[in-house]
């Protein structure tokens, strides 16, 4: 009963009816023989309103940065840690909701409405966790450290990533069993800093989702100019902080080739592209596919398709590896 009526919460959204209007209509059902109907009728009020509000908190780092993070989907079980892209001109604008990432997540989770929902009433048996990175958004704290870019470099954000992890972690309960380890990915800038994460704390990680990632070595040595001519007019535009947080992103890189062959990393992988977005080449995505050995590379033709075709090759994914229910 409890999922059909968290399905039913997200239809009665849909037809844009105020959860509080099927209170009140609850409310009028008097006679005893109609109480069970009315309680159901209330619960489902509240899965509604639940559904329709999620509420973002603040997940405190060692260095006083604050990151606003939430929650999509069904999360007690199984949760992917979101990371979004860069905001080269404008990073405060860019945050996990603006991504265009997020439609696509959001979708695969059941937890957001694209223009064609691909599952529409369909349930999922895991979430997403979704966070403001440090310098975009509505992140704060960070500030008072401007002059070190070195904490936007994607092996700095990829701490920030695993803090998060542990702390939706930690949330969930020591009650709960689980497998240790978090399920992160992201897309561009948050695809990397995934992939740093995983470098660094293999034993942390137990699956990644790369989605687009950046530029890297001698392809990203070959484009730093245009990120430090945006630091620069932001600079001139008497916005230090966000040019600090877009110069941090010029000198950041992947981990070298060499480096991700000796790491021998063996968690599943999925890394997805398309051909035709030549901010993100699908030549990265080739490249590392050839190193990560449980690397599953899935490259479309087109940004379209690839919109399109993510939800449903990251649920089969995820049924493939972590046994959800697709």
């Known amino acids: 009963f409890g999922s059909s009526m968290a399905s039913g919460a997200r239809h009665f959204l849909r037809l844009g009816r105020s959860p509080a209007a099927l209170v009140a209509a609850s409310s009028t059902l008097r006679p005893r023989a109609l109480l069970p109907l009315a309680l159901r009728l209330r619960a489902f009020a509240d899965m509604a309103s639940s559904a329709a509000a999620p509420v973002p908190k603040d997940i405190l780092l060692l260095d006083g940065t604050r990151l606003p993070c939430e929650t999509l989907g069904r999360t007690q079980d199984l949760a992917l840690i979101w990371g979004h892209g860069l905001g080269p001109s404008a990073p405060r604008a860019m945050t996990r909701r603006t991504c265009e990432s997020f439609a696509m997540i959001g979708a695969a989770v059941g937890g957001c409405e694209p223009a064609e929902d691909p599952i529409e009433g369909a349930e999922t048996s895991f979430g997403a966790v979704l966070y403001d990175t440090r310098g975009h958004g509505a992140s704060a704290g960070w500030e008072r450290h401007r002059d070190c870019i070195e904490q ?18 930690r949330s969930l309960g020591a009650e709960r069993e689980r497998q240790p380890g978090a399920l992160i990915g992201g897309y561009s800038m948050g695809a990397s800093t995934a992939l740093w994460a995983a470098y660094l704390c293999p034993t942390a990680v137990r699956g990644l989702v790369l989605l687009c990632v950046t530029t890297g070595w001698e ?20 916005d230090p902080d966000s040019a600090s947080v877009v110069r941090g992103a ?77």
């Not at 080449?281 to 075709?309: F, K, M, Y």
């Open 152 to 169: 936007f470099h994607w092996r700095s954000l990829a701490v920030d990533m695993l803090a998060v992890a542990s702390d939706h972690q």
């Open 219 to 238: 392809i990203r040595a070959g484009r730093r100019g245009n990120l430090l001519a945006s630091a620069k007019a932001l600079e001139e535009a008497s």
């Open 250 to 326: 010029a000198f950041a890189d992947l981990p070298t080739e060499e480096q991700l062959k000796a790491a021998n990393l063996k968690m599943p992988i999925l890394l997805m592209c398309a051909r035709d977005d030549g901010t993100h080449p699908a030549a990265v995505v080739e490249r590392l596919a050839a190193v990560l050995p449980s690397g599953q590379a899935v490259i479309t033709d087109t940004s379209e398709e690839l919109r399109s075709r993510f939800p449903g090759e990251l649920r089969g994914w995820m049924r493939t590896h972590f046994g959800i229910a697709a």
